[in-house]
């Protein structure tokens, strides 16, 4: 069974700070995929990266980088120099292979970040 | 950019009603998604939908929901007789545009519903 677990509920820096959100995911398919996603207080959900099981790369965005490690089954979420406008709940999301293309994507509990000017 | 729309924002409704919500997935997208959130929770899966026909559903996704793709534009899920765990936010998603992205699934601004 898929499982995705954000073990921190609530974590709350000082702005500029570096912040990283955990993710451990658990699966017994050997191609998934992960993702994050941010919803900020308004409430939608915004998708933020994708990453198969075979591309073990890390991923820079701007001041958004991502670390996946299979050995330890994590993908982990880090805002470098964070901002006010970062504050969201930010999940993480496991989805493995697709059936007839359509993928459930199972959250996690997800991470309420405050960033305080 | 093109994206999900969903309709009404927020329907409060008394329990036992009917309730349909809407959505409008991207025009060129293959794969229909229902997800709900209840309050402080995590977002939960319920349906996937794909070539006219339910390709998976969760648990939760019983005989009172039921979800239609009528008119080849609108994606309807419909709850029979409401009941106060109804109360969620409801988030449609969308996915398959061809190309590299093709499995991300884009979500619209979710519809809050309140059974009273």
């Known amino acids: 069974a898929q499982k995705v677990t954000q073990a921190q509920t609530e974590i709350s820096v000082v702005e500029k700070e570096d912040v990283t959100l955990d993710c451990v995911y658990e699966?017994?398919?050997?191609?998934?995929?992960l993702f994050w996603y941010k919803q900020p207080p308004s409430g939608e959900l915004v998708f933020l990266i994708r990453r198969n099981s075979f591309d073990e790369q890390n991923e820079i965005s701007g001041r958004y980088s991502w670390n996946f490690q299979k050995s330890t089954s994590s993908f982990n979420f880090t805002i470098t120099a964070s901002q006010v406008v970062d504050s969201a709940v930010y999940f993480c999301a496991l989805s493995e292979a697709p059936i007839q293309g359509a993928q459930k994507l199972v959250f996690g509990q997800g991470t309420r970040l405050t960033i305080n000017p | 950019e093109p994206e999900v729309t969903q309709t009404p924002s927020h329907q409060v409704t008394q329990m036992g009603q009917e309730v349909i919500l809407r959505c409008v997935p991207i025009?060129?997208?293959?794969?229909f998604y229902w997800y709900r959130q209840i309050l402080g929770q995590k977002v939960e899966f319920l349906v996937s939908f794909y070539n006219n026909e339910i390709s998976e559903k969760s648990e939760i996704f019983d005989d009172q929901f039921s979800v239609e793709r009528p008119d080849g534009s609108n994606f309807t899920l419909k709850i029979r007789s409401t009941k106060l765990e109804d109360s969620a936010m409801y988030f449609c998603?969308?996915?398959?545009?061809?190309?590299?992205?093709?499995?991300?699934?884009?979500f619209g601004p979710g519809t809050r519903l309140t059974v009273l």
């Open positions: 699966t017994r398919d050997t191609t998934y995929y």
């Open positions: 998603a969308s996915s398959g545009r061809p190309g590299l992205n093709r499995y991300e699934q884009f």
């Open positions: 025009s060129n997208h293959l794969y």
